[in-house]
């Protein structure tokens, strides 16, 4: 059912920057980039995340009450790459750790991204 996620940008270079290192950490890199977007994806496989400059020249706008989840593959993973986000001028919306309310070994950490999308970085295994 999943294809891709796609987020706006008004600085697409700032962008790329910043998502560059959120991604290290994930293993994914640049599977696509023109002048109006970049596109992560898992090595070998398709873009899956995208930020792209708005199609219809408009500024970028953050969506009230929207926020995407990434999946890491352990904590550590999820602590690198909030650190990464902040590093890069994110700003915090929830430090790495457990979320029992969730369930018992929901990890994850939240952040805003330079154009104050939400991002959330999440592992579900336990330690």
């Not at 962008?15 to 560059?20: E, G, P, S």
């Not at 219809?56 to 650190?83: F, K, Q, T, Y």
Request: glycine share 12%; charged share 20%; hydrophobic share 40%.
């Amino acid at each position: 059912m999943y294809s891709h996620t796609t987020v706006g940008a008004n600085d697409l270079a700032r962008a790329r920057a910043f998502y560059d290192a959120i991604f290290a950490p994930l293993g994914h890199e640049v599977r696509y980039a023109d002048e109006m977007l970049v596109g992560w994806g898992a090595p070998g496989g398709p873009p899956q995340f995208l930020v792209a400059r708005p199609f219809n020249g408009e500024a970028s706008s953050v969506g009230n009450g929207a926020m995407i989840a990434l999946l890491a593959p352990r904590r550590s993973v999820v602590d690198a790459c909030h650190h990464a986000a902040l590093e890069q001028g994110g700003a915090d919306e929830g430090r790495p750790g457990l979320r029992p309310h969730y369930h018992s070994n929901y990890y994850g950490a939240y952040f805003r991204d330079l154009e104050g999308n939400k991002i959330c970085i999440v592992c579900h295994q336990p330690e």
